[in-house]
């Protein structure tokens, strides 16, 4: 791979948790750190303020457990894809934006939020969702039953409209059912994943 490293020999390089997507932290490599991560398979860096390579985890066994490296367009930029042993930042967060370094699956996360709330705080009179768990694991499951079969119906219309309005219904019920019975989506991605291997 082809590396643009600036005038002091270094090119910056963000580190990605490869599972979770979340950028973790930024370092900066010489040719050695590089060819150190290469093969070593963690994460490795010239530290600045050292002067001298600095494996991550070195000291504190937080290792970056080496996926991935790829180049930007320019080939001055690498994204390197990891797998991190423990907290990332030297303060013990994940990240060293103090972020927490789960999984999220954008607005579906966001909405698993809105119904956790919901099922909490909200008044069933109210709530449509908290009226759901009020009435029952089973009133739940039988919506999602109904929703399953009206998106297996609109399959076999012609009216994508109404496929998508009932695709959207079953995996708002289920991610209700999910909550109902203890669980996230990040818990159904890890038997895929596993399934996956």
Not at 22 to 33: C, D, F, K, P, S
Not at 75 to 99: F, M, R, Y
Not at 136 to 164: H, P, R, S, T, Y
Request: hydrophobic share 35%; proline share 2%.
């Amino acid at each position: 791979m082809e590396i643009k490293y600036n005038n002091d020999g270094l090119v910056p390089a963000i580190i990605q948790d490869a599972t979770t997507k979340n950028v973790l932290m930024l370092g900066y490599m010489n040719e050695e750190a590089y060819q150190k991560t290469l093969e070593s398979k963690k994460v490795t860096f010239f530290s600045r303020s050292k002067q001298r390579l600095w494996t991550k985890g070195e000291e504190s066994g937080h290792f970056l457990n080496l996926v991935d490296i790829k180049n930007d367009c320019d080939k001055d930029t690498l994204l390197i894809q990891a797998n991190p042993v423990g907290p990332t930042c030297h303060t013990g967060s994940d990240t060293c934006w103090n972020e927490d370094n789960s999984q999220s699956f954008g607005f579906l996360s966001q909405l698993e939020e809105v119904i956790k709330n919901r099922k909490e705080n909200a008044d069933s009179e109210t709530s449509y969702v908290a009226s759901l768990f009020k009435k029952g694991i089973n009133k739940i499951a039988q919506k999602v039953g109904e929703e399953a079969v009206e998106v297996v119906i609109e399959a076999k219309d012609n009216n994508d409209d109404l496929f998508l309005e009932e695709s959207a219904d079953l995996l708002f019920h289920y991610l209700i059912l999910l909550q109902a019975k203890g669980y996230t989506l990040e818990d159904i991605t890890k038997v895929l994943q596993k399934r996956h291997k």
